[in-house]
């Protein structure tokens, strides 16, 4: 069975930083674009960052380069997500995503083009 299961949320205090987890199963994710999203209250779900494979590239949203940091362990089958210098704006449920059939550069960040979620893990940043 594919499944991935993010794990890690917690609530930190503004300018802290969190790191959420991944794990993924029955895949192994070398070979799929792996991506983190999130959902903030009363917004669109938005890509954040991601491994894209075809590009063999990391990507982030302009909103989260130089504070968010994504790596993977290809051992544990692992996606990991670093924030730091963390935003009360920033609250929301950040979902893993992966895609088999990785999606063009400019669909990065599409989430329609990923087949597997998470259930989403809650981040909440306070002052």
């Known amino acids: 069975e594919v499944k991935v299961m993010e794990s890690g949320g917690g609530s930190v205090q503004v300018g802290g930083s969190l790191r959420v987890s991944c794990q993924a199963s029955g895949f192994p994710i070398k070979y799929y674009c792996m991506s983190w999203f999130r959902q903030r209250p009363g917004k669109e779900r938005e890509g954040v960052a991601g491994?894209?494979?075809?590009?063999?590239?990391?990507y982030y949203a302009d909103s989260v380069k130089g504070r968010f940091t994504i790596s993977e362990d290809n051992d544990e089958n692992k996606v990991y997500l670093e924030m730091a210098s963390l935003k009360p704006e920033e609250t929301g449920v950040y979902y893993c995503?992966?895609?088999?059939?990785?999606?063009?550069?400019?669909?990065?960040?599409?989430?329609?083009?990923?087949?597997?979620w998470g259930q989403g893990t809650q981040v909440t940043v306070s002052t």
């Open positions: 995503a992966a895609a088999g059939l990785c999606p063009t550069w400019d669909l990065r960040f599409t989430s329609s083009r990923y087949n597997y």
């Open positions: 491994f894209h494979r075809t590009s063999t590239s990391t």
